[in-house]
């Protein structure tokens, strides 16, 4: 008979933004969490080279990160605030412009820029100081076994784990959700995005900005000082070319392709690129197991939107468990879990379908369609309500 397994109130799986907050909650409430991670993050400080993913986290996202304690040591490091955001249609002359003082003259930013890996290891520096939360580290997981109550994980080096309720927040390839046989549904935008650190002629913007061009969108995210990080989606092939060329060959073809605003580049310090799909499973929960983040979706990255949804998946859950708990019912009751489901299937799939919806608008260059879209951005500059119920979801992550 095999050993009994090592037992815990939760276990999740993925120590990443949303794994790492949702223990951080959990274990602020007294629940005893196993955290099962592949490898533990490097600690970021203020000299540590700048990591080349980053999030445009909403005002919404960082009043949680405050909440768990690793917002001010977020913001000690380097954060980079936008006031205002842009988008317009290549070089024709309509586009429309956010500001966060269109919220209310309190309102002096609508997110900041942050890189990933700050934000989790913040999050990690917190957990470090809460003896509910176990770290599994190194560790992958090799299967899943159903239990009488919850679920238990095994796991590569033979440790089993066993929670009362198991979280996927293992990412868009989360071998958690296969284990319990999850299935999804996928659409791929047949495009490759090439992210580039680059150093500017211009010092820190307050904008962050989007140029849909005929090859793909362009957008600029700032970062502190004279950097910014830059998104270009084109076709896979030219995308592999570039992000596996010199950076002086990529430096070259964004000054030639991006538009004024840029303001130019003195060089490109990292360059990469990743394919963009759109996924969704089919349902956020099997016997003893949910999932959160993008282990349960993921959206075209154009508004950069994606941690927002996993850390509303985060809080939501949290609330749904601890209120049932409240009542004396288990975490892995079908009732907590459909409500959780019901709940964020709403929102992300709203999010997945508007974005998706934008990239096959602006995708199209002829007929009828770039006429419209011209029409559609000067409504949405000059349409006062309309446009600060958009504002205030993007910034909020709330419609009212």
């Not at 090592?6 to 799986?13: G, K, R």
């Not at 349902?283 to 979706?297: E, F, I, K, M, T």
């Not at 879990?337 to 919806?357: C, F, G």
Request: charged share 20%; hydrophobic share 40%.
């Amino acid at each position: 008979m095999s050993e009994r397994p090592e037992s815990n109130d939760l276990v999740i799986v993925g120590g990443g933004m949303v794994g790492a907050a949702l223990a951080l909650d959990f274990g602020r409430r007294g629940w005893r969490v196993g955290l099962v991670e592949e490898r533990e993050p490097a600690a970021v400080t203020a000299d540590t080279p700048y990591g080349i993913r980053v999030s445009a986290l909403n005002r919404r996202s960082e009043v949680y990160l405050d909440d768990l304690g690793a917002w001010g040591s977020i913001r000690a490091t380097r954060v980079c605030p936008y006031e205002r955001l842009a988008v317009w249609d290549d070089d024709r002359p309509a586009r429309v412009e956010f500001q966060a003082r269109e919220l209310g003259p309190e309102v002096d930013h609508l997110g900041h820029i942050v890189e990933n890996d700050l934000i989790q290891w913040a999050l990690w520096e917190q957990l470090g100081q809460l003896p509910s939360v176990t770290p599994y580290t190194p560790a992958a997981v090799a299967g899943l076994e159903p239990a009488p109550l919850g679920a238990t994980v095994r796991l590569e080096d033979g440790r089993r784990l066993h929670g009362r309720l198991v979280i996927a927040a293992d990412g868009a390839r989360s071998r958690l959700r296969q284990a319990a046989g999850i299935p999804i549904d996928v659409h791929d935008y047949r495009q490759s995005a090439v992210v580039a650190d680059v150093r500017t002629q211009l010092p820190q913007q307050s904008i962050t900005w989007q140029r849909f061009a005929d090859e793909g969108p362009q957008a600029f995210l700032p970062l502190v000082g004279q950097r910014a990080s830059l998104v270009w989606y084109m076709p896979p092939e030219r995308a592999r070319r570039l992000a596996q060329g010199s950076p002086e060959e990529l430096a070259e073809a964004v000054t030639s392709a991006f538009p004024s605003d840029l303001g130019g580049i003195d060089g490109v310090v990292q360059q990469a690129s990743f394919p963009i799909r759109a996924q969704h499973a089919r349902y956020y929960s099997a016997p003893g197991v949910v999932l959160v983040g993008d282990a349960a979706h993921t959206i075209h990255p154009l508004a950069g939107q994606g941690v927002n949804l996993g850390f509303r998946d985060a809080q939501a859950l949290v609330r749904h468990v601890t209120a049932a708990a409240e009542a004396g019912t288990a975490p892995d009751d079908p009732s907590v879990l459909s409500a959780y489901a019901r709940e964020r299937r709403r929102d992300n799939q709203l999010m997945q379908s508007a974005m998706t919806a934008i990239r096959e608008a602006f995708a199209t260059r002829c007929g009828p369609l770039p006429w419209l879209r011209q029409a559609g951005l000067w409504a949405a500059q000059n349409a006062g309500p309309a446009k600060r119920l958009a504002l205030r979801y993007a910034s909020d992550g709330a419609l009212l």
